[in-house]
């Protein structure tokens, strides 16, 4: 079990950027497969991207791929979400979420197979 604080929310305009933290506490986070998702007003929480345990693998939902990059640090126990061009429709409380895989390369795209989530930050972007 890891336990994840996410950091680097706040108010944008449209077409700005942010860059999300996840910080990850306990062992061998080199070994979990982390994932980000959001969660608008009034919707369900959805897939935003994800990344292999080793950071080789990465995933992303097509209405954020290209504007969106995840990367992560393992000496650091931290993920990125680089978040570019952003749009309304990018406001949301952001997540990132972990859990524990075999192979170092695979990525995790489901929401309920993930284990530990944190708290969330919020993005509000204006128009």
């Known amino acids: 079990q890891v336990q994840l604080v996410e950091s680097g929310g706040g108010l944008v305009q449209a077409g700005g950027s942010l860059k999300l933290s996840c910080v990850a506490s306990g062992r061998a986070f080199s070994n979990y497969a982390m994932g980000w998702f959001r969660q608008a007003p009034g919707q369900e929480r959805k897939f935003v991207a994800a990344i292999s345990g080793s950071g080789s693998s990465t995933d992303y939902a097509h209405s954020v791929k290209d504007r969106f990059t995840v990367s992560r640090d393992n000496a650091k126990n931290t993920v990125y979400l680089e978040m570019n061009s952003l749009k309304p429709e990018d406001t949301a409380v952001y997540y990132c979420?972990?859990?524990?895989?075999?192979?170092?390369?695979?990525?995790?795209?489901?929401?309920?197979?993930?284990?530990?989530w944190g708290q969330g930050t919020q993005v509000t972007v204006s128009s």
């Open positions: 979420a972990g859990v524990p895989t075999i192979r170092p390369t695979t990525v995790v795209v489901t929401t309920r197979m993930y284990e530990d």
